[in-house]
């Protein structure tokens, strides 16, 4: 589709944004275009990247769901995508209103008492600070609903969808501030598509990144450990990191062994 291209490096996203509006206002995805888990368990070509997908799709199975995925967002370590997103974001935050937009769920989760403080915490950490206000304020929730288990926020920068779509978000964002255009930089062509649909609704113009920058990373896990990380996970509601994995295995726990 011609409004959206797909690209794998900063580079390329440089040169496009070079060209843009002046009235633009750009939204950059966190999991997997900012920032990914260290684990060879999460990379492109790992049979168990969809692990975290699975046990959500599997909420209603899984005994203290919300106490499992906080831990496992509190303890898997993360590398940014690419190095340069830092001095990037710095650089394109002078010219645009530029924000985080985060499909997540909002407010206390499990061991996290606000999950919009920890994923902002997260991100400063590694240097990627955002446009602090929305309308002038540097929190707000933009969606909210009785049926809905977790609103739709602003919180210093990052819009966190809770029960919502991005597009529901960014529908929000164009009937309150409507402009120039929207440009979205996301891993996952099904939001790339809801935003585009929300700003056609609005009349707004679109401009959509698909960024692969993270299959660049290369990586494929053992099965022996991903299996035991998994069953670990689940059982113990504990994520393991690759290496003590492979520790606990080789240090003989359970009936896991490596080849
Ligand atoms: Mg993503």
Sequence with gaps: MHHIRSVSTLKEI?????????????F?????????????VFRFRSPYRTLIDDIKRDRERIPHFETLLSRWRLQRQTQL???????????????????????????????????EKWRHKELTEKGLEFTL??????????????????DATFYKGIFSTGSYSKGEIIR??????????????????EHLNDVYNACCDCSVPFSGIFFKGERLI?????????????????SQYEWLEDEEAE????????????K
């Design 133 to 150: 206000t929305y309308c002038g304020q540097n929190k707000e929730v933009i969606l909210s609903s009785p049926s809905k288990p977790y």
């Design 14 to 26: 440089k040169d496009f944004l070079s060209s843009i509006e002046e009235n633009s206002i750009i």
């Design 172 to 189: 929000q964002y164009c009937l309150r501030k409507n402009p120039g255009k929207v440009v979205l930089i996301d891993d996952r062509a």
């Design 218 to 234: 290369a990586g494929v896990p053992d099965t022996t450990v991903a299996e035991f990380q998994k069953d670990h996970l689940l």
């Design 28 to 40: 950059l995805d966190v999991d997997d275009t900012l920032i990914t888990p260290i684990s060879k």
């Design 81 to 115: 995508v690419s190095e340069e997103w830092v001095g990037f974001i710095k650089e394109l935050k002078e010219k645009f209103p530029l924000y985080a937009l985060t499909q997540m769920e909002t407010g206390p989760l499990g061991d996290i008492p606000l999950m």
């Design 247 to 258: 520790r606990k295995i080789r240090e003989g726990s359970g009936f896991f062994s490596l």
